[in-house]
């Protein structure tokens, strides 16, 4: 192996670190922070202001999730222009990451007792911690992918690179499934039906911290930003022209519409399925067997996309993939309590999901050197911000929505598996398979009729701007 190659391969290997960490971090806000809330957050004798509070509170994260999609381009305009001798995106990772981590475990509490004592200091403080927690980890989620385009400018390369990032983050997210019950129920005093107590879920957050901020120091050590004269601007975005610039782009926007009705189906899912194992089968326990499912067959889809794009091309494999998740979603509708069928409806849904996210991520990369040569300048993390836009504000939205539903179907608080009643158990399973399958065949046929950005016309956009990028920019 040459002297480059061993560099890149460990620049690589440093990133996969830094994403395993980051999705560790993500899995935690988005699928099992609302488990948290509805399970053992508000535990007063009264049911009925638990209930209230736990809708409250959803109501603030998704009032601050959605103010907060506007600041997330500006976050990333403002990482496009930042300059240090660590280069533009680490400072961000690893600081980011810092902040986020301490900010997620305070709201991992019930910050001393407020939620009884005092509940409005307490949703105030709540509100800023939570505001500060998703800035940070904004920018964090920003710089990271931003890395992708600033590695390497060929698809293939960049799809190498996007591999071993996903593998990573594959790896972090399908972890904290198989570990959250054990660790959880592991520090509990009280195992609350299968959904731990509060020292439980403090213990999980403190470990998931400390791991995604270990992965954002070993890849801010081992990874390095290529330099090169199409990464030049000869002028600066300007916050003025921030949303402009967004707007212009019309296969960001295409693909950006895509992947966010995409996600809302599919997170709701994969919100729901702790709520379904502990609700429905009755064994959330069996939560683990699926994450240990998903991270093998996670790990070898993902490894294998670079060999896969190169016999179907990544539209049909995002087709083939859409096929495969709603097939499942239609086996698991009718799996009920058997717990085989529930597991391998699981696994199947899972199974297309890291493709699907590359697939979407990769055509969001090349949108960049698309919009580059369209408008005339270079905005990586700019462009780059709206893929975790996206995947913000569908945490958001469906967050609430199990959040309410929870509420609604009577799974929070000291509730079991026996105490669901048949027909809310019917009006679970509507929301939770139903509703995501309209997304997902809505947002195929969005990319199927305006998404058009493939390999082979990136590679001609490359190549236009490496005759001209130098005359476009003066």
């Given amino acids: 192996m040459s002297a480059n190659n061993g560099n890149k391969l ?20 988005n699928t099992y922070f609302i488990m948290f809330i509805t399970s053992n957050l508000f535990h007063s004798d009264d049911q009925s202001h638990n ?38 995106f680490k400072p961000w990772v690893i600081v980011g990451g810092f902040i986020a981590a301490f900010s997620l475990v305070l709201l991992f509490t019930d910050l001393g007792g407020l939620t009884t004592s005092s509940p409005i200091l307490y949703l105030v403080i709540f509100a800023i911690l939570y505001i500060i927690m998703d800035i940070f980890y904004s920018a964090k989620d920003v710089a990271i992918w931003s890395m992708v385009p600033a590695m390497s400018f060929d698809s293939k390369d960049r799809e190498i690179t996007a591999t071993f990032a996903r593998i990573g ?59 090169s004269a199409l990464r030049e601007n000869k002028k600066e975005t300007s916050f003025k022209e921030v949303f402009s610039i967004l707007a212009k782009n019309d296969q960001l926007m295409w693909i950006a519409i895509t992947f966010l009705i995409w996600c809302f189906g599919q997170d709701m899912v994969n919100a729901f399925q702790m709520y379904y ?53 239609v086996i698991y509708s009718f799996a009920g309590t058997n717990a085989p069928v529930v597991l391998f409806a699981a696994a199947l849904f899972n199974l297309p999901q890291a493709l699907i996210f590359l697939v979407v991520l990769m055509t969001i990369t090349d949108t960049v050197e698309y919009g580059q ?102």
Avoid at 68 to 88: A, H, Q, S, V, Y
Avoid at 287 to 295: A, D, E, T
Avoid at 314 to 319: A, I
């Fill in 51 to 88: 209930e209230y509070m736990i809708g409250i509170l959803m109501t603030v994260i998704l009032v601050i999730r959605v103010a907060e999609l506007f600041i997330d381009p500006f976050i990333g305009n403002t990482i496009d222009k930042t300059n240090t001798r660590w280069g533009r």
């Fill in 169 to 227: 983050s594959v790896f972090g997210a399908q972890l904290v499934t198989v570990v959250v019950i054990p660790i959880v129920l592991f520090f509990s005093k009280d195992a609350n039906g299968g959904a731990g107590d509060a020292n439980g879920w403090l213990a999980f957050a403190i470990i998931g911290g400390a791991i995604s901020l270990l992965g954002a120091v070993i890849l801010g050590i081992g990874t390095k930003e290529r330099s």
């Fill in 10 to 29: 460990m620049q690589r290997i440093s990133y996969a670190c830094g994403t395993f960490g980051h999705d560790i971090f993500f899995m935690m806000v």
């Fill in 277 to 329: 194992f502990t609700y429905i089968l009755g064994e959330s326990t069996y939560l683990s067997f699926v994450g240990i499912i998903n991270v093998i067959i996670g790990l070898i889809s993902v490894a294998l996309f670079p060999i896969l794009t190169t016999k179907f091309k990544r539209r049909k494999l995002f087709f083939i993939s859409a096929a495969i998740e709603i097939l499942a979603l």
């Fill in 373 to 474: 040569l369209k408008i005339g300048h270079r905005d990586e993390s700019l462009i780059l911000s709206i893929r975790p836009l996206v995947n913000k504000l569908s945490g958001a939205v469906t967050g609430g929505i199990v959040g309410l539903t929870a509420v609604w179907v009577g799974m929070s608080g000291k509730a079991t598996a026996a105490d669901i009643t048949d027909t809310n158990k019917l009006y679970f399973g509507l929301i939770m398979f139903a509703i995501p399958i309209v997304f997902m065949i809505i947002s195929t046929l969005i990319y199927k009729t305006k998404v058009h950005l493939t390999e082979e016309k990136h590679a001609e956009i490359v190549r236009e701007l490496e005759r001209t990028w130098k005359d476009i920019s003066k």
